[in-house]
C-alpha cells in the first residue's frame, strides 16, 4: 500500500524524529551554573470562615521577618471590605489576624511583605 505523495515526507519525518537517540534530543543545558537559590521567605498562612467571621493564622519558619496583612472582601455590595494592620510575624512564631463582613463573605487572602 503507498501513501499519498503529501503524507509519504511527513512520515519520513516523523519517524526520524522518534528514533533519534535520546542524548540527540536538544534540551537547556548551562554548564557551571548554579541553581537559584530557593525563595525562603513567607509566613504559611491558613484562613477559616465561619458565617461572617475570618480567622486566619501565620507561621514564619524562615529568618526572615514576614508582615502580613488580612484582606477581606465582603458578599453583599453595600458590605464594606476590610484590610487589616500590618503583623510583624517574627521567625519562628504564628500570629492570629481577624476580622468581619456584616454578612457573608466573598474572598479573603494574605498580603506578605518583607520587613526592611
Not at 30 to 43: C, E, R, S, T, W
Not at 87 to 98: F, I, W
Amino acid at each position: 500500500m503507498r501513501l499519498p505523495g503529501s503524507l509519504a515526507p511527513v512520515t519520513v519525518a516523523l519517524a526520524l524524529v522518534l528514533c533519534l537517540p535520546y542524548d540527540a534530543m536538544p534540551y537547556a543545558r548551562v554548564d557551571g551554573a548554579k541553581p537559584p537559590a530557593p525563595n525562603l521567605f513567607g509566613a504559611a498562612c491558613r484562613t477559616d470562615v465561619h458565617g461572617s467571621h475570618v480567622v486566619a493564622y501565620c507561621h514564619n519558619p524562615y529568618v526572615d521577618t514576614d508582615r502580613v496583612r488580612l484582606h477581606i472582601k465582603c458578599a453583599q455590595w453595600w458590605d464594606i471590605g476590610t484590610d487589616s494592620a500590618p503583623v510583624d510575624t517574627p521567625p519562628a512564631l504564628t500570629v492570629r489576624l481577624t476580622g468581619r463582613c456584616w454578612k457573608g463573605v466573598r474572598a479573603v487572602w494574605i498580603s506578605h511583605q518583607r520587613e526592611r
